[in-house]
């Protein structure tokens, strides 16, 4: 009898996870979870500087703006849409061929943890057609 008891035992395949399976598994999927909360704020001002330029595109467009026109514009958006990380003042705005490239170039540093940080460059660029 004894003897059945020990094959049937070992013939048996565990299943399951393991508590530090387990708490390792939480660990890894936390620190992703960690990270795109982290990381959410950040894109989230992306899109409204993304918005602020693609909005001066669909303004001036093919109406014959001045440069000042443009910043004054993008200034005022950035003050409705609660634009922070980058100001009016850092979006370029550079007469070429037919039209101004209105560019919006910045790095944002979030922190992580301790002292790893995510760095993330952005650049958004349209072209205003006069």
Same mark, same amino acid.
Do not use: C, W
């Given at each position: ?7 049937? %035992? ?5 299943? !399951?996870? @393991? @508590?530090?399976g387990m708490i390792i598994?939480? %660990?890894?999927? !936390?620190? =992703? ?9 950040? $894109?989230?001002? $992306? *899109? ?9 595109? &669909?303004?001036? +467009? !093919?109406?014959?703006?001045?440069? %000042?026109?443009?910043?004054? %514009?993008?200034?005022?958006? *950035? +003050?409705?849409?609660?634009? /922070?990380?980058? @100001?009016?003042? +850092?979006?370029?705005? @550079?007469? &070429? /061929?037919? !039209?101004y490239e209105v560019s ?7 922190? *992580? ?8 460059? =952005? ?8």
């Open positions: 009898m004894n003897n059945r008891v020990i094959k049937r %035992s070992l013939g048996r395949r565990e299943r !399951g996870m @393991t @508590t530090l598994l939480v %660990s890894f999927i !936390g620190l =992703f979870v960690f990270g795109g909360i982290r990381l959410t704020p950040v $894109y989230l001002n $992306y *899109f409204k500087v993304s918005g602020v330029v693609e909005g001066v595109l &669909k303004e001036f +467009d !093919g109406q014959n703006p001045s440069r %000042s026109a443009i910043l004054m %514009s993008v200034s005022r958006r *950035f +003050d409705v849409e609660s634009v /922070d990380q980058i @100001t009016a003042r +850092d979006v370029r705005v @550079t007469a &070429k /061929d037919g !039209g919006a170039k910045y790095d944002h540093v979030a922190p *992580f943890i301790g002292n790893v940080n995510f760095l993330v460059a =952005f650049n958004k660029t349209v072209f205003v057609r006069r």
